[in-house]
């Protein structure tokens, strides 16, 4: 089994070694772009990329500047290779969340075949670093170490991990939040400092603007880019739709928390992760690497046969198999082809619900040495931060009476 599983990650690194030089990956050529271009400031906003419009951060292309020195495919082959680590390190910290024995090697190879993942790679996009980022430093808050360093880095490249220091604030885990909102601060001052022109008008115009990119893309998986395509345009989805996104926001909040309050914070970190692609008013397709600590959790449950389901659901993507790019039929509702087309907006609601549901039993037993570690913070935390650790005792000592 171990020589199988290295045959299949050694085959799939060298896919994507190889795809790295030879394809020129859209969105990366914008990212080595936009480390060009903030180097003429206002330029990185008011011109297009490779003919598009470039929407990161200026902090985003402020770290591009030594790459772009680079030659584009050099940049390239670099950069997959670091996204493939990237992802190597997210596994790893997934599976130190479930407190649970398994295949590094099975998870990265089941993993690299889940679209959302290997679509960041033919993107050349910047997920994985921010799926990495984020996990890691959910696992340091788990163990009740410092923690907000990774979620303020990524906060500062692409703003929606903003939902995880929401989750730092309402979980009582004040200092770490405070720690992620002035990293971020300090990678906006240091963009600001390199382009101050692109960085105000970055802040004052440009991050809100939907109309920059595709809203009825069929990769648009969110409810605004499902609405959009439904009710035939952006015109038709009103001011009313604001509710929509805070109404999920609050709801997915609500049910992180709940499972950090026992002591989950593997749970808790899918579910704010899947809210906050839910609340975005852009969530691409490649967006969608949350689903691996999601999968995470179905798995540990004990909730094998939805786990089944959503892995093969995110990897065949059949959103791709109905019109799309202008279609007609993308357009409206259709009975059969809607639900297809928007397939995982629909599976992240699932999940949301069903996380909500599964809330009524008793939650998972967890790592012995976790709950270890999680006393000994307790016993030199404030009362209120004790909250945690209890649940993590609660739920080693009573372990999952579900009958699974």
Not at 144 to 170: D, Q, S
Not at 371 to 395: F, K, Q, W
Request: contains cysteine; aromatic residues 12%.
């Amino acid at each position: 089994m171990k020589r199988w599983l290295m045959l299949v990650v050694a085959i799939e690194v060298l896919g994507i070694a190889v795809f790295s030089v030879t394809y020129d990956s859209l969105d990366f050529r914008i990212y080595w772009l936009g480390g060009h271009a903030i180097a003429d400031d206002a330029r990185l906003y008011k011109e297009q990329l490779a003919a598009h419009w470039y929407t990161n951060t200026p902090f985003m292309a402020a770290l591009f500047v030594p790459v772009a020195a680079l030659p584009l495919t050099l940049a390239r082959f670099l950069w997959q290779i670091a996204s493939l680590s990237a992802f190597v390190w997210a596994c790893a910290s997934t599976l130190k969340l479930t407190g649970r024995q398994a295949s590094l090697r099975a998870v990265v190879a089941f993993g690299l075949l889940l679209a959302p993942v290997w679509h960041t790679f033919f993107q050349g996009q910047v997920n994985l670093f921010l799926l990495a980022l984020i996990v890691a430093d959910m696992h340091r808050v788990s163990r009740g170490r410092p923690a907000g360093v990774g979620i303020g880095i990524a906060t500062a490249i692409k703003l929606t991990p903003a939902i995880f220091v929401v989750l730092l604030l309402v979980t009582r885990r004040t200092r770490d939040a405070l720690i992620a909102t002035g990293t971020f601060a300090v990678c906006a001052l240091l963009a600001y400092a390199i382009a101050p022109d692109a960085s105000r008008l970055y802040w004052l115009h440009t991050f809100y603007d939907t109309s920059r990119v595709g809203v009825p893309y069929i990769s648009n998986q969110s409810p605004y880019g499902t609405l959009t395509r439904v009710l035939r345009g952006t015109a038709e989805v009103g001011d009313w739709y604001t509710a929509v996104p805070l109404t999920i926001g609050l709801a997915g909040l609500t049910i992180a928390f709940l499972w950090a309050r026992r002591g989950d914070w593997l749970a808790a970190t899918a579910v704010t992760g899947v809210t906050g692609l839910l609340v975005s008013p852009i969530s691409w397709a490649h967006h969608w690497v949350w689903i691996l600590p999601a999968l995470a959790v179905l798995i540990r449950n004990g909730d094998r046969v939805i786990a089944a389901c959503a892995y093969v659901l995110f990897v065949l993507a059949p959103l791709w198999w109905t019109p799309h790019n202008g279609h007609p039929l993308q357009y409206g509702f259709h009975p059969l082809i809607t639900p297809v087309a928007n397939c995982y907006l629909i599976a992240g609601i699932f999940f949301l619900t069903h996380m909500a549901v599964r809330l009524r039993r008793d939650p998972p037993s967890v790592d012995r040495d976790q709950v270890s570690e999680a006393a000994r913070v307790a016993g030199r935390s404030s009362p209120t931060e004790r909250a945690a650790p209890e649940g993590v005792v609660h739920a080693a000592t009573h372990g999952d009476h579900s009958g699974r």
